[in-house]
C-alpha cells in the first residue's frame, strides 16, 4: 500500500512503524504536520491510500478523514480515552493494558476499531514502556489493521458510545482528562517512596513533575529508589553520578535530571543533570558514588553496573534518553577497564531493556559556557571508549542492544564482535540530520560490517533501520525475539553458552591476529584522526548548521518543514515513491520521547 504517515514528530513509535512497514514492502512516506492545513497539503501531495498517525497532536481535519481512512494509534485499551491515558495507567499502578488503532472521526478517540493489542505494563517509567511493551503492542496492532484495510473486506469494530469496559483484572477504561500537574504533585511529608516513584514515572520524560527545590521551581524527571539513605521528607540528602537524592517518609528516590520552569518572556527550558541544573546552588551534600557491583541486599540506584556468571561479564549501563556526556563517558570507560581487568572470555556491554545509546549528550553541550568546546570534549570522551572497545583482544566483546541506538551509539554497539539485538529495537547509524559528519569510528566498522556502498546509503538517507533490517544489511548478528523484560535474561544465557564453548580461545586468537593485521594496512589512529578533523572544523564554526539543529532539537523547537530525501534514495528499499508536487521524506536523528502518549507537553 500507499501509506502516509503523519505526526507531529518523528518519535520512537514513529520511526519504528515506518522501519517495519519499509520492511513489508509498503511505500511509506512521513510527513511532519503542525496543524489542519498542513495536513490537508500533506494529503494533497501524497495522495495516499491509508493516512495513519502513530503519535499526533493535532486533530485530522474532517474534510480529511471524511474522504481518506485514517488510522489512530491510541496508547490504550479499547474504551479508553483521553489525552493522557499512559499517564494515568501508570501512576494508578495499573498492570494490564493495550494499544487501540482505531478511525478517525468527529470525536477524539472514538472512532471504529480497526485492531487492538494487549500490553503488560510492569513498574517502570513512562518513556521506557513506551519505547518496548507500549511499541511492541502498538506494532502489532498495526499490522493488522493494515493488513485488514488492505484486504478490502474486513468492517472495523464500533466502540460502545459512553460505556466504561473493564479487562480480567478489574481495570476500568474512562474518557479522563489531561493528567495536570494539581493530579501529579508530589505530597513530600506524606507520600511514601512508591507514591513517589509512581509520580516520577508517569511524568517521564514529559512533563516532568513540577516541584519546589531550593526557593525556585523545577520538573523532576526519573526516578529510582533509595533504601538505605534517610532524612526529613523532601530533605536533599545526597548526589551521585549526576543526580541528587530526596528523602522520602520511608526512605528515599533518587532523581537524575531536572528542568527549570520556564519563566515569562524566556526561552523554552531543558533536562539537564540535576546537579548541573542546580550549578551553585545545590548545598554541600555528599557523593554517593554507586556502587559498580550490585548488593542484592539493598536496595539503590547505579547507572553503571558489572556483574560475572562463570566466565562471562556483563557491563550494563543506561542514561536517560540515551545520551552520553564527557564525564558519564568517562566513567563508562573507566569500568569497561575494570571489566577487562577481570578473567573472563565474553565480555557484555550493555544488556538492558531501554536505550543502548544515542550519542553525545546535546543538552549538556547546549547548557556548556562554550558549546563547541564541550562538543569537542564530548567526542573525544566517546571515541576513547570505542577506541577502548576495539582495541580489547583478550576476550570477546558483545554488544547488547536492548532498545534503541542512534548516531554515535549505533557506532559504539558496531566497535564489539557481535551485536546481539532485541527484535523491538530501531537503530539510526547516521549523523546527517544534525549537521555532522560523525566519529566514534564509523568509517572504520560502518564499512567492515555492511560494506563501502551500504553505509554511505545509510549515512546519506539518514532513515531507521529495523533490528531485522539491521541484520540483513551486517550490523546485527543476532535477533533476539523475546518480551523487553526478558532480553536480559536471553542474552545472559547466551552469552555464558558462548563463555563456555570450545571454540571461544580460538574465535579470539583469530580476532588479535586479525586486527593486528588491519591495524598494519590502516592505524585505527588514521581513521579516528580524519574524523576528528572534520568535526573540529564544525564544532568550531559557528555558522555550521550543527549548531542551530542542536539548539533546536534540545529545546523542542517545531520544526517548520520535514527534511526532503532523495527519492532514488528510497526506491532501492521500496519506500515511497511521492506523487507529483511531492517528496519522499523523513526526520530527525534522534528520538524524542512523547509527552504523556505524544499528545501534550507542559512549559
Known sequence: MHILLVASAFNSLTQRVHAELRDR???????????????????????????????????????????????????GPVGDRGPSSLDWAIQENTAQWGVTVLQANAEMDAGDVWASADCRLPPLAKSDLYRNEVSDAAL????????????????????????????????????????????????????????????????????????????????????????????????????RAGAICRATTDGAVWIPELRPRRKPGQPPTFKLPAVLA????????????????????????????????????????????????????????????????RPTSVLVLGGGRDFFSNGIHLNVI?????????????????????????????????????????????????????????SGAVLNPHYRLMGLYGSEYWTYTLPRRAGTAVAGRLTQQALPVSAAAGQRLGLVDRLLECDPQNFAGEVAGLAAQLASSSAVQSRIAVKKAER?????????????????ARMLRIFSDPAAPYHALRRAFVRKEPPTRTPPHEAAAY????????????????????????AADGCYQES
Request: some cysteine; glycine content about 8%; proline content about 7%.
Open 278 to 341: 542546580l550549578g551553585d546552588r545545590l548545598p554541600a551534600v555528599p557523593e554517593h558514588p554507586g556502587p559498580l557491583q550490585a548488593d542484592p541486599r539493598r536496595r539503590t540506584w547505579s547507572d553503571i553496573r558489572y556483574r560475572e556468571d562463570g566466565h562471562a561479564g556483563f557491563l550494563s549501563f543506561s542514561f536517560p534518553g540515551g545520551a552520553m556526556s564527557t564525564k558519564q563517558c568517562r566513567r563508562l570507560l573507566d569500568a569497561y577497564r575494570v571489566a577487562c581487568s
Open 25 to 75: 514492502g509498503h511505500s511509506v512516506a512521513v510527513e511532519l504536520v503542525r496543524d489542519g492545513t498542513s495536513l490537508r497539503d500533506a494529503v494533497r501531495r501524497y495522495e495516499p491510500e491509508l493516512i495513519l498517525a502513530p503519535m499526533l497532536k493535532t486533530a485530522i481535519p474532517e474534510e480529511v478523514w471524511s474522504q481518506h481512512t485514517c488510522l489512530i494509534v491510541h496508547p
Open 366 to 422: 547546549e547548557a556548556a559556557a562554550d558549546p563547541a568546546q564541550e562538543s569537542w570534549a564530548n567526542i573525544n570522551a566517546i571515541d576513547d571508549l570505542v577506541e577502548a572497545v576495539l582495541t580489547t583482544t583478550d576476550r570477546l566483546v558483545v554488544s547488547a542492544v536492548g532498545g534503541n541506538a542512534a548516531a554515535g551509539g549505533v557506532m559504539l554497539a558496531l566497535a564489539a564482535d557481535e551485536v546481539w539485538c532485541r
Open 140 to 239: 502489532s496492532a498495526v499490522l493488522l489493521a493494515v493488513e485488514r484495510v488492505a484486504s478490502g473486506t474486513y468492517s472495523p469494530q464500533p466502540q460502545t458510545a459512553g460505556v466504561a469496559t473493564r479487562d480480567d483484572l478489574g481495570t476500568r477504561y474512562l474518557n479522563r482528562p489531561y493528567l495536570a500537574q494539581q493530579f501529579r504533585r508530589i505530597e513530600w511529608e506524606s507520600d511514601s517512596t512508591e507514591a513517589v516513584l509512581r509520580k516520577l514515572r508517569a511524568a517521564d520524560s514529559q512533563p516532568g513533575v513540577l516541584d519546589e527545590l531550593l526557593g525556585d521551581e523545577w520538573y523532576l524527571h526519573g526516578g529510582h529508589a533509595e533504601g538505605a539513605l534517610r532524612g526529613r521528607p523532601g530533605e536533599l540528602l545526597a548526589t
Open 516 to 532: 593486528d593485521q588491519q591495524e598494519a594496512v590502516r592505524p585505527l589512529a588514521a581513521y579516528r584522526e580524519e574524523e576528528l
Open 571 to 594: 526506491a532501492s528499499r521500496g519506500a515511497a515513491s511521492p506523487r507529483p508536487g511531492g517528496s519522499v521524506t523523513a526526520t530527525v536523528q534522534r528520538d524524542l520521547p512523547p
